[in-house]
């Protein structure tokens, strides 16, 4: 096993651990670990409310959940030599839950959640349809998830980091607030909220303290966003085996990880969507010195898949277009005829027994495939969402004998707001 340079005990809490990371991002968070090109580690990482969320049969934890706390991430690490304008090197060697462990109180431990937020906290991709608060318990066995509250559904995981980024130049964070607050101010009060400004309630800095961990706690932009560093992208794809070129825009790079899914559809479409867990990464670092100018890569990260994702061949697609559910023709929105081809998957799912939510539940933590299919074709875009069949216990696909009728068991916790 590599050198762990970022270690978790899951018996504390994240903030009483030796090393104590960050939930903002701030190029003056101190890095607390230092490593080198070429240098191969372990960092633990916790789930990202570190242990608020439960494994029971209730949603009150996701209604109430300390939104002002995430995430929190292991972190930063400075790379010794790299400079602003380098691209970051970080191959994801291996990845998965909390080790050696099959049960325990956090999740990681043998278990994971899938949640959707109120719309007052968020809500989700489709929180219109979805108001409340719910959850989902999925257990792990041998590299499989399978849910009480979602029965007949097993699939494979297909672990990944949620978020992984390097640290903001003080010029880039001053323009991450700048654009967001003036997106903020064109609907002030809009439910959800049209972005996060910094807010310094239940920010973790490291070992900052006093004067100055006021000062970058007023000034931290929130995680909760993919951003010019990476960020929060919750791209399924970066599996063991991935590389990945991160910018580079403060002396070490500063990097920080967290956010570890067991599995997740294409979009985390519960927004608190994947198979949220706490576990381990183990990754290499290098650097291609002044990569950034030489690739073009001025902003956002580019990288090489790795080749360990689940193999399903069979696939149900549904199709959506930009037309709202009220007929209102809108233009080449894919963000729409995305929602449509859920919309349209989550239908079709309920007709042999599932509710709603446990439809959309699938959709967001099964390794479904969303694609932008026709993004010319004015005035409709068209996007499809690929279902893999093989991971349902009963013959999923059309035919003409009609849809098997399967119990659907307790379904999902729900917590009204």
Not at 322 to 343: F, I, K, N, P
């Amino acid at each position: 096993m590599p050198e762990v340079v970022f270690p978790l005990d899951s018996r504390k809490r994240f903030t009483e651990q030796p090393i104590v990371g960050h939930n903002r991002w701030h190029p003056d968070v101190p890095a607390q670990v230092r490593v080198r090109p070429g240098d191969v580690f372990r960092v633990d990482c916790r789930e990202w409310f570190d242990g608020a969320i439960r494994n029971d049969d209730s949603a009150d934890d996701i209604l109430n959940a300390p939104l002002a706390s995430v995430h929190v991430l292991s972190g930063p690490i400075h790379v010794e030599g790299v400079e602003p304008g380098d691209l970051l090197i970080v191959d994801i060697l291996d990845v998965g839950p909390i080790p050696q462990e099959d049960s325990g109180p956090l999740a990681g431990q043998g278990w994971g959640y899938t949640g959707v937020f109120a719309t007052r906290n968020g809500g989700g991709f489709l929180t219109e349809q979805f108001p409340d608060a719910y959850k989902v318990i999925w257990d792990f066995r041998g590299g499989v998830a399978t849910s009480r509250h979602v029965p007949h559904v097993s699939f494979t995981g297909i672990v990944h980091p949620g978020l992984m980024g390097t640290a903001p130049s003080a010029e880039l964070l001053r323009t991450w607030n700048a654009r967001e607050q003036a997106l903020i101010d064109t609907d002030p009060q809009r439910v959800p909220a049209l972005a996060l400004p910094p807010n310094p309630d239940s920010a973790i800095l490291g070992n900052l303290s006093g004067a100055e961990f006021d000062r970058v706690a007023a000034e931290g932009a929130r995680t909760a966003p993919p951003r010019e560093n990476g960020g929060n992208q919750d791209i399924k794809n970066l599996t063991k085996g991935s590389r990945v070129f991160y910018p580079v825009f403060v002396d070490g790079a500063k990097l920080s990880m967290g956010d570890l899914h067991f599995s997740q559809g294409d979009g985390e479409i519960t927004f608190c969507g994947a198979i949220e867990m706490g576990g381990f990464m183990d990754v290499h670092v290098d650097v291609i010195k002044g990569g950034m100018a030489k690739y073009g890569v001025s902003e956002n990260a580019i990288f090489m898949p790795g080749r360990t994702d689940p193999q399903y061949s069979e696939w149900l697609a549904f199709s959506g277009t930009s037309v709202t559910l009220d007929g209102e023709q809108r233009y080449l929105d894919s963000h729409l005829s995305y929602q449509r081809a859920c919309l349209h998957a989550i239908d079709y799912l309920q007709q042999f027994g599932y509710s709603d939510i446990q439809a959309y539940m699938i959709l967001g933590a099964a390794p479904i495939e969303g694609r932008l299919s026709g993004v010319v074709d004015i005035p409709n875009s068209c996007s499809t969402v690929y279902l893999p069949t093989e991971i349902f216990g009963f013959d999923v696909r059309p035919g003409k004998d009609g849809p098997t009728t399967i119990d659907p068991g307790q379904g999902v916790p729900v917590a009204r707001a």
